[in-house]
């Protein structure tokens, strides 16, 4: 996460306590999202949280792989190696 919040703060420096406020309030909702869903599946063990962090793991990281290609086709297209 501190990594998408430097990204988010640099795109316009103008804007960087609006990014900066934006991207915590997204982090937050987030975790309180994810905390509710595994509230819902609590079972007296500990799998549902295993469960829930693995997903949202494997979520990260295709939406990481994800942005990686976007930014080399983009800057493929502009002739950068």
Avoid: R
């Avoid at 990014?19 to 999202?33: D, E, N």
């Avoid at 595994?38 to 990281?61: G, K, M, N, R």
């Amino acid at each position: 996460m501190p990594h998408a919040q430097a990204a988010a703060i640099n795109a316009e420096p103008d804007l960087t306590g609006t990014a900066s406020g934006v991207v915590m309030f997204l982090h937050f909702s987030a975790a309180a999202v994810a905390s509710l869903f595994i509230s819902t599946l609590y079972d007296q063990t500990f799998f549902p949280l295993i469960e829930v962090v693995f997903v949202l793991s494997v979520f990260a990281l295709g939406f990481g792989l994800a942005a990686n290609a976007f930014n080399q086709k983009k800057k493929a297209s502009k002739g950068y190696t």
